[in-house]
C-alpha cells in the first residue's frame, strides 16, 4: 500500500512540473507570437498557458492534501504514544 501512495505522489510531482513549464512554454509562445503580429498563436499560447495553470493548481492542491493527511496521521501516532 505504500507503494501505491509513493507511487501515486511521484506521478503527481512529475505531472505538475510538466504542467508548470508548458505553462511557461505556452505564454512564451503567445508573448513571442503577439509581438510578431502572428494573430492566432497569442490566442493558442494563452490558451496552453491556462491549461497548463489549471493541471499544475489542481495536482498541487492534490500534493497538499496528501501532505496535510500524512501530517495529520503522524500527529495522531505521536500523541497516542
Known sequence: MADR???????????????????????????????LSIDILPWAGLFVAMAGLIVNWYYRRQENKRAQEIHDLTVKRLRED
Do not use: P
Request: hydrophobic letters at 50%; charged letters at 10%.
Open 5 to 35: 501512495a509513493h507511487l501515486t505522489a511521484e506521478t503527481a510531482a512529475v505531472i505538475s512540473d510538466v504542467a508548470s513549464k508548458t505553462t511557461y512554454i505556452g505564454g512564451l509562445g503567445g508573448f513571442f507570437a503577439w509581438i
